[in-house]
């Protein structure tokens, strides 16, 4: 039989659609199940998003793009991060992508050697790692502490650089604690990156789910926009997760080789959909404040209720649509509480450790769901912690 390359073994997968399949394998045995597993906003694409995306069919915008992405759609997403990140953004350096995914896949191709080391957050989206040992490269972990908000140790990630340092990976809000990084600490990177000569790439893609204070952007600092990638999307901010579209900000030196590597991979973003996405920026963005403000009701009853139970810590996120409890029970690790929960309680979430090493001992819940289907599963949760206390 033909053998599957080697690299494969190197190149993970995200623990929520592991989770949400195991889930479905249950519920077509009849179980109902409360879904807490998958980060996925549960509105409904906006009426007038759909309306521009149906208007472009009608006018035939199907067929084949620039692969960087049509000019009126950088445009408007150059307009957009420069209004929201207060820096100056050309067109050109926008790349529109399938989804936010491969900007992160591009960028780490482009700019990541064989052997080179990667610095990502712990416990942090899970991608990050598996790109990177995929391309041979070394990912090490920064260590995100609950005493520190879900934040790093400056002097920490400082110590974690080497001579074969080539990119740090931020993210905030962060998935999958909810944390912000602070003015501060993007300084301390920046302070790092610039020293170092290293590459950053801001995976921002939670920035407009905020609940305190104004989202800040490593790039705005001096001598981090020609080093500095922003990675979004509308996915999250605007219940896209379907249409696949996402975008990096890039230096002008390297948006001909993430543009040439969508060529290589997808050719080009749907017209289509990038012309819906303009749609989305430039129309009214009240059902983006609506859905905040329900997300802020949710996480209110979420995080009360956790850190009421016995055993629980639970921080308030400041940011996206997960918290990230500290879950204490004897002789079980982060995965066999949670294997549990799903098996004999029907509540699907994650282990901590599906983020990173540093995530045992922790939970992730998405509150991106109503608020009955959270307060049934928090039922269910502290049902069954309770059970599992009484048998350690």
């Given at each position: 039989m033909p053998q599957i390359a080697e690299r494969m073994s190197r190149l993970g997968t995200e623990g929520a659609f592991e989770v949400l399949a195991r889930a479905g394998a249950l519920e077509a045995q009849g179980r109902r199940i409360v879904h807490l597993e998958i980060g996925e906003p549960d509105f409904e694409t906006a009426p007038h998003v759909k309306?521009?995306?149906?208007?472009?069919?009608?006018?035939?915008?199907?067929?084949?793009?620039?692969?960087?992405?049509?000019?009126?759609?950088?445009?408007?997403?150059?307009?957009?991060?420069?209004?929201?990140?207060?820096?100056?953004?050309?067109p050109e350096q926008v790349v529109i992508t399938p989804g936010a995914k491969p900007i992160l896949t591009f960028t780490i191709m482009a700019?990541?050697?064989?052997?080179?080391?990667?610095?990502?957050?712990?416990?942090?989206?899970?991608?990050?790692?598996s790109v990177v040992e995929y391309v041979g490269a070394k990912a090490v972990p920064v260590p995100l502490l609950m005493e520190r908000e879900f934040r790093f140790d400056p002097d920490d990630l400082r110590k974690r650089v080497t001579n074969r340092t080539k990119l740090i990976i931020l993210n905030s809000p962060q998935n999958p604690t909810g944390g912000v990084l602070t003015q501060s600490d993007l300084e301390a990177v920046a302070e790092v990156a610039r020293e170092r000569d290293l590459w950053v790439l801001s995976d921002e893609i939670y920035s407009r789910l905020l609940y305190e204070g104004e989202h800040h952007s490593i790039a705005a600092l001096p001598g981090m926009a020609e080093r500095t990638v922003i990675l979004d999307g509308f996915s999250k901010t605007y219940a896209m997760t379907g249409w696949r579209l996402g975008y990096g900000v890039a230096p002008l030196s390297l948006v001909p080789h993430l543009s040439r590597l969508q060529t290589n991979v997808t050719s080009c973003t749907a017209s289509f959909v990038q012309l819906a996405g303009v749609a989305a920026l430039e129309g009214t963005q009240e059902p983006v404040e609506q859905m905040l403000g329900e997300f802020r009701r949710r996480r209110e009853m979420v995080v009360?209720?956790?850190?009421?139970?016995?055993?629980?810590?639970?921080?308030?996120?400041?940011?996206?649509?997960y918290v990230f409890p500290r879950v204490d029970v004897p002789g079980k690790n982060s995965k066999e509480v949670a294997d549990s929960l799903l098996a004999e309680e029907g509540v699907a979430l994650l282990a901590g450790t599906a983020f990173?090493?540093?995530?045992?001992?922790?939970?992730?819940?998405?509150?991106?769901?109503?608020?009955?289907?959270?307060?049934?599963?928090?039922?269910?949760?502290?049902h069954g912690l309770k059970r599992l206390r009484s048998r350690a």
């Open positions: 309306a521009a995306a149906n208007e472009a069919l009608e006018q035939n915008a199907t067929h084949y793009g620039p692969s960087a992405g049509l000019m009126p759609a950088r445009e408007a997403i150059a307009r957009h991060v420069a209004g929201t990140r207060d820096i100056v953004v050309d700019v990541v050697n064989e052997g080179d080391e990667v610095l990502v957050p712990d416990p942090g989206f899970p991608i990050y790692e009360r209720r956790l850190d009421a139970m016995d055993g629980v810590r639970c921080l308030w996120p400041g940011g996206a649509f990173g090493a540093h995530g045992e001992g922790f939970l992730r819940l998405s509150f991106a769901n109503s608020m009955e289907e959270l307060a049934e599963g928090l039922d269910r949760i502290e």
